[in-house]
């Protein structure tokens, strides 16, 4: 069992590392567990098996890391470390825009909407730069800080849950090896015109018979968090 170290994870890396510097840094352990998680999933992520990867010793990784918390909490930081917002976006577009980079960021690595509560909530400080960057495009309209934190977390919300639904479609997809959304509805069609012929669901019968962008999921995604902003926009006048 690892010693537990004072201080926050964070606190502790930005200490000046013992001289000679070792091979084995923060970074090199992030992006190796990154890229396992990447590859095989959440579940593969294990300090043994990092260290495996890294061929160090078992126990070198917690040289920096307290435990698999920390680990986790290093990964998130890795893959929020690419710059976000660019400069002189409005309000609009600038949460737009970090939507879609978060949308990306998901679809590029799965596992972070299959993190523990935990590590969800994680305070890192590439997340809190782009929490910040949010909050500073929201300043200055009219918003007390409330209100500014209200609408950073409706955006992220629905990106969350949005992103949830896709990656869970495509997860699923992969998992049982299906044609895309096609392979998807043959396989759920016994249920599914067993639902529609109780005749309980109108509407969503009406989406099935007419609507055209079923598996163009960017659109949907985009389409939701406008309709989103605009009532934003309305409700706050701005």
Request: one cysteine or more; glycine letters at 8%; aromatic letters at 8%.
């Amino acid at each position: 069992m690892a010693t537990e170290k004072p201080g926050s994870l964070w606190e502790r890396l930005e200490r000046p590392a013992p001289a000679p510097r070792q091979t084995l840094s923060p970074e090199r352990i992030a992006s190796a567990a990154v890229a396992l998680a990447d590859a095989e999933g959440l579940e593969a992520v294990t300090m043994r098996r990092l260290a495996a990867e890294l061929g160090v010793a078992p126990m070198a990784p917690y040289r920096y890391l307290s435990g698999k918390d920390d680990l986790l909490d290093l990964m998130v930081d890795h893959v929020y470390a690419e710059p976000w917002l660019p400069d002189g976006l409005g309000w609009r577009e600038a949460l737009r825009d970090l939507a879609f980079r978060t949308r990306e960021l998901t679809l590029a690595h799965p596992w972070l909407g299959r993190l523990p509560s935990r590590a969800k909530l994680a305070l890192t400080p590439n997340r809190m730069a782009v929490a910040e960057q949010a909050l500073a495009v929201l300043d200055g309209h009219g918003m007390d800080a409330d209100t500014m934190m209200s609408v950073f977390r409706a955006v992220d919300a629905y990106v969350e849950g949005a992103m949830g639904y896709e990656t869970a479609v495509t997860a699923l997809i992969d998992d049982e090896g299906l044609s895309g959304g096609d392979g998807l509805r043959s396989e759920l069609a016994p249920t599914m015109v067993w639902l529609m012929g109780t005749g309980r669901y109108p509407a969503f019968e009406k989406y099935l018979r007419t609507a055209t962008r079923k598996d163009d999921a960017e659109w949907r995604f985009a389409h939701g968090l406008d309709c989103l902003l605009e009532g934003i926009a309305a409700r706050l006048g701005i």
